[in-house]
Nanobody
Framework: IQLMESGGGSVRSGGSLRLSCAAS????????????LAWFRQAPGEERSGVAA????????YLESAKGRFTVSQDRTARNTLSLQIDSLKVEDTATYYC?????????????????????WGQGTQVTVSE
């Protein structure tokens, strides 16, 4: 499975960004009929932490800290992308954002297991929020 993030950048606090992840799971439905995709982020000096996940049944889950300002979605038609909409950006949202994939029909347990739940990772896209 290949993953490639895009859409990061520098933005003022209060603004919005939409991150995208091109995921090969969308292109080969026969090989990857089920999956769990997620967004994680990692700030300098901190551990990688989860943000939100979505599965092949289009069920999404969020970490408690991400509810309200983050929206995960997937477009399995022409664009074949996983997205993360971030609104009302805060300085503390500054981090490298990664998309991840797991061979799992559902995302159950990913909040507890964390990054170890996922087998594949993208290179990341940097988000920098300034005052």
């Amino acid at each position: 499975i290949q993953l490639m993030e895009s859409g990061g950048g520098s933005v003022r606090s209060g603004g919005s960004l939409r991150l995208s992840c091109a995921a090969s799971v969308f292109e080969d439905r026969t090989r990857y009929p089920t999956y769990c995709l997620a967004w994680f982020r990692q700030a300098p000096g901190e551990e990688r932490s989860g943000v939100a996940a979505i599965d092949s049944d289009d069920q999404s889950t969020y970490l408690e800290s991400a509810k309200g300002r983050f929206t995960v979605s997937q477009d399995r038609t022409a664009r074949n992308t996983l997205s993360l909409q971030i609104d009302s950006l805060k300085v503390e949202d500054t981090a490298t954002y990664y998309c991840a994939a797991a061979h799992s029909r559902y995302c159950n347990g990913w909040v507890v297991v964390g990054a170890r739940f996922f087998h594949y990772w993208g290179q990341g896209t940097q988000v920098t929020v300034s005052e």
